[in-house]
């Protein structure tokens, strides 16, 4: 993640999908390789089989994580706050409102990206 804030310098969307990419990439591959008896090895965000690092400052973290803290903050489940952080899942703080598709409203931003990168990118002070 230190890499996306700070070299490449990306916002949170721009930064959401070049991950979503990179998944997505590394399922395909991980398919190509399927064996029954290791059953499904493909990584899934939304289920936090997947850590999102900093290595230049020492943090990692899984949306479980994230989903715990939400849940606890706002009173809300921990499985629904987890699948809002990944996909098609955009917040609106000023109307309080989830939806499936970002409305365009300035302050409406993807889960992930309201939640997850926007606090992560204030962890990565600038170089």
């Known amino acids: 993640m230190d890499r996306c804030f700070l070299e490449l310098q ?4 721009e930064a959401y999908q070049t991950f979503q990419r990179v998944i997505e990439n590394a399922n395909v591959i991980m398919a190509t390789y399927e064996d029954p008896l ?17 290595g230049l400052h020492g ?14 903050k706002f009173k809300v489940d921990e499985a629904k706050m987890m699948e809002r952080l ?23 931003k993807r889960g992930f990206v309201q939640f997850v990168t ?10």
């Open 10 to 13: 990306v916002d949170g969307e």
């Open 38 to 54: 290791l059953g499904d090895v493909m990584v899934y965000p939304e289920k936090g089989t997947v850590a999102f690092s900093a």
């Open 59 to 72: 943090w990692a973290f899984t949306l479980t994580n994230f989903a715990k803290m939400y849940a606890e």
């Open 86 to 108: 990944w996909g098609e899942n955009f917040f609106d703080p000023a109307t309080k409102k989830w939806t499936s598709k970002n409305t365009g409203a300035p302050s409406c």
């Open 118 to 127: 926007s606090p992560s990118s204030r962890l990565s002070p600038p170089a």
